[in-house]
């Protein structure tokens, strides 16, 4: 028993004396100071998502991801704080008359009697008071996002201006002095050590998702300016250092590629010789269809008779009405309106501003010695399929896992890896240890 009890004895001094020292995760900040941090930015900075502003989509934006990680990295107090909507539901802006709640996946069924899961509004906003009154008393905040802001929007007061369908609602109601502050003021009074600026998407998806029929593009001169007049001001401030993002491929995210092109089935010849009968009928003949798949008929008026059939290169709208297009004859007998098309001139138009404002950004970042995010190389792999953490994310509608039910914002998981992708950048720039998120822990 004695030889026994000395085996065990020996076995129970080996695994103790050899344990593993763990050492706790030490950051640092680097070349940085992050102890005040702000977010500056458009409704992707706020944690707008599934087609509203709500509570959780802001708890896990982006920027709030991110100071998660800088607080692992700061000595001493850390504080980001955001404009909270009051619930899960939020407000979303279809319209100035149209205010609904964020959208969620519902049994729907259409104009055949086929029922299907699709994302809808959980709900018409008909009161609007809570979630456009001042929440500024609980302040200040230091995420700065305001959904539907272009980038000279920052820089003017009357963005504020709480007048009824004058300024931005989500601005008001954060504002230090709504019609009077500004966005890059209220950045300023809090005295930031650290920013990040993504902005400018809106300054051409306002016009993307207009069809190109309403709205403009932003000049480049103008995003120029306003650029250079947030960054001047932010390094105005003691230590500021920050990170800017630069434009995507807009053209890449779910809204424009869900519905194709050539999404008109003729699957039976009656069906094709009636159809082709019927626009023989009214003189048209620059159009041909055949068995299978075909373009989409959709107005074009400087085509014969104003209408043609989409290019393969050109887009459809998430927007357009589907029972439109599955029983009142859109694409096939009626051509489809132009608002809910982007053909290839308003294409080029998009992709030459994107380009002019990179050229911008990252001229800017380098003039005020500033990190700068590659995000367009983000949404360059998410096409083909970006792997992180064990998971594949792509710009498939719903199922891709990186964008949100209104196929334009992200999900929280999408968020991580935009968040993930800061972190990266700060670090290499900074000479900062900041560690990245699991994306896998978000939804």
């Not at 003729?266 to 055949?290: C, E, H, M």
């Not at 334009?408 to 935009?418: C, L, V």
Request: aromatic letters at 10%; a negative charge.
């Amino acid at each position: 028993m004695k030889k026994y009890n000395c085996v065990y004895l020996l076995v129970a001094l080996l695994v103790f004396s050899c344990k593993p020292d763990v050492e706790e995760f030490k950051g640092s900040s680097g070349n940085a100071n992050f102890t005040t941090y702000v977010a500056l930015g458009n409704s992707l900075t706020a944690g707008y998502t599934d087609g509203a502003l709500y509570r959780e989509g802001q708890i896990n934006s982006f920027p709030n991801i991110l100071a998660k990680q800088l607080d692992l990295v700061v000595d001493g107090n850390f504080a980001f704080k955001q404009p909270l909507m009051p619930d899960d539901l939020g407000l979303g802006i279809v319209s100035p008359t149209i205010l609904v709640n964020k959208r969620v996946l519902q049994p729907t069924s259409d104009c055949k009697g086929v029922t299907s899961l699709s994302p809808v509004p959980a709900g018409v906003i008909t009161n609007p008071t809570p979630y456009i009154s001042s929440v500024y008393a609980q302040g200040p905040y230091h995420n700065l996002g305001v959904p539907g802001a272009k980038s000279f929007h920052l820089l003017t007061p009357q963005f504020g201006n709480p007048a009824p369908n004058t300024g931005n609602p989500f601005y008001v109601r954060f504002a230090s002095d709504p019609g009077t502050s500004t966005v890059i003021g209220d950045a300023l009074a809090l005295n930031p050590t650290f920013f990040t600026l993504w902005i400018g998407n809106n300054d051409i998806l306002n016009y993307a998702f207009a069809g190109g029929e309403s709205d403009s593009i932003t000049p480049t001169t103008t995003f120029a300016g306003s650029i250079d007049a947030i960054l001047g001001n932010l390094s105005n401030t003691a230590m500021a250092e920050g990170a800017i993002a630069n434009i995507p491929d807009l053209l890449s995210i779910p809204y424009f590629n869900t519905v194709p092109a050539f999404g008109l089935a003729i699957t039976r010849q009656g069906q094709l010789d009636s159809l082709k009968g019927a626009y023989l009928l009214q003189g048209i003949t620059n159009l041909s269809f055949t068995l299978g798949a075909n373009p989409f008929v959709i107005e074009d008026a400087d085509a014969p008779s104003g209408i043609r059939q989409i290019k393969s290169t050109e887009k459809v709208l998430l927007t357009i009405p589907q029972d439109s297009l599955k029983c009142a004859g859109w694409g096939s007998t009626k051509p489809i309106p132009d608002e809910y098309i982007l053909d290839e001139s308003e294409i080029a138009q998009i992709n030459n501003a994107i380009e002019s404002y990179n050229t911008t950004i990252q001229t800017l970042a380098a003039k005020y010695t500033i990190a700068f995010v590659d995000m367009r190389g983000v949404f360059e792999e998410l096409k083909t399929g970006f792997s992180y953490d064990g998971l594949t994310l792509n710009t498939t509608f719903i199922t891709g896992g990186a964008f949100s039910l209104d196929g334009i914002h992200f999900t929280p998981r999408g968020n991580a890896i935009i968040a993930n992708k800061f972190i990266e950048t700060i670090n290499a720039y900074y000479g900062s240890n900041i560690p990245k998120v699991v994306a896998s822990n978000y939804r």
